[in-house]
């Protein structure tokens, strides 16, 4: 084989074993947020019969960034709130809405539409 051949090789293989964990073995729904400029974690949260993604990891200490995008008029979700950041935002059909806080204690947080119907989680690392 040239070179070439086994670098094709090796590609498809490696693809091959992406596939298989992306479908069989991630987390369905949990993201883990990454850091842009300036430090903070960002992360967009798609609002429809639930949370999209509805687990999301970050770092303790760091500015997170939740961009909330509700696209159902479900009156149900039309709040979010995280209790133990005294957080909580409207959130109006298709508008993009921010949340920001800093969590600096490690641990689970729930988040919930304000009836407690749908659910998400914040894990701080
Ligand atoms: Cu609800």
Do not use: H
Request: with cysteine; hydrophobic share 45%; charged share 15%.
């Amino acid at each position: 084989m040239t070179g070439a051949q086994i670098i094709v090789t090796l590609g498809g293989i490696a693809l091959s074993i992406f596939i298989a964990w992306f479908f069989w073995l991630a987390p369905k729904g949990q993201i883990r947020a990454a850091a842009g400029a300036g430090g903070v974690q960002e992360v967009a949260v798609i609002v429809k019969g639930g949370y999209t993604p509805d687990v999301i990891v970050v770092k303790s200490g760091q500015p997170v960034r939740l961009n909330f995008t509700r696209q159902e008029s479900a009156a149900c979700s039309e709040k979010v709130l995280f209790p133990d950041f005294n957080q909580s935002a409207l959130l109006p059909e298709g508008e993009q809405v921010t949340l920001e806080f800093t969590p600096d204690k490690p641990g689970e947080y729930g988040f919930q539409c304000q009836m407690g119907m749908l659910r998400g989680k914040l894990i701080v690392e």
